[in-house]
């Protein structure tokens, strides 16, 4: 099974800071005959169903607004969230798709500070 | 607008069984690639299963396996999760989600599952 770990496992931003988030996995999810990765972002707030965010490591999904960027390839991927809301306080999730188990990040919590 | 909506939760003893559903709603059911994804009270998420619009294929976490069954009812727009020899740490919210290729869209509000004695 491929392992995702992120870090941190929790993070403290300042409102119209910068929030960085990693995600790394144990083996490479680059479907390298599309030369795309196979990896997302969800967002979930307290209460709700995850959110899909980021697919394919780097597309945002409709919607979502443009201060979210992923980033990366192969094993290292970046969540990159610019000029920090108030509704952006969430716990973060990656997930490949690459192979089955799709396997999760254990989830970073993004809190105010 | 897609809506999924997961019922058939509830407690149950180990040992037990339990059947989800998840009605689909708002998509083109048949053609749609289907997984259920739980999350354990204050835990991650953790991917279960996946099955195919024809239903022909499925697959499954290996802590499921042999357990868990997934299947559906295009009749019927309904998504199914057969869980038997359920065990205390099967407790979590259960959601259904609606896959794009291989990654999950749309997703049901959940389920909860509680195995206690």
């Known amino acids: 099974d491929i392992v995702m770990t992120q870090s941190p496992d929790s993070l403290a931003v300042s409102l119209g800071e910068r929030a960085t988030i990693n995600c790394r996995s144990s083996?490479?999810?680059?479907?390298?005959?599309?030369?795309?990765?196979?990896l997302v972002w969800y967002q979930q707030k307290s209460g709700q169903p995850p959110k899909l965010l980021i697919y394919?490591?780097?597309t945002r999904e409709s919607g979502v607004p443009d201060r979210f960027i992923g980033s990366g390839s192969g094993t290292d991927f970046t969540l990159t969230i610019s000029n920090l809301q108030a509704e952006d306080v969430a716990v973060y999730y990656c997930?490949?798709?690459?192979?089955?188990?799709?396997?999760f990040g254990q989830g970073t919590k993004l809190e105010i500070k | 607008e897609v809506q999924l909506l997961e019922s058939g939760g509830g407690l149950v003893q180990p040992g037990g069984s339990l059947r989800l559903s998840c009605a689909a709603s708002?998509?083109?059911?048949?053609?749609?690639?289907m997984s259920w994804v739980r999350q354990a009270p204050g835990k991650g998420l953790e991917w279960v299963s996946v099955?195919?619009?024809?239903?022909?294929?499925?697959y499954y976490a290996d802590s499921v396996k042999g357990r868990f069954t997934i299947s559906r009812d295009n009749s019927k727009n309904t998504l199914y999760l057969q869980m038997n020899s359920l065990r205390v740490d099967d407790t979590a919210v259960y959601y259904c989600?609606?896959?794009?290729?291989?990654?999950?869209?749309?997703w049901g509000q959940g389920t909860l599952v509680t195995v206690s004695s």
């Open positions: 989600a609606k896959d794009r290729g291989s990654y999950s869209v749309y």
């Open positions: 083996q490479s999810v680059l479907y390298s005959s599309i030369n795309k990765n196979n």
């Open positions: 099955i195919s619009g024809s239903g022909d294929s499925a």
């Open positions: 708002g998509l083109t059911f048949s053609s749609s690639v």
């Open positions: 997930q490949q798709y690459y192979s089955t188990p799709r396997t």
């Open positions: 394919w490591a780097s």
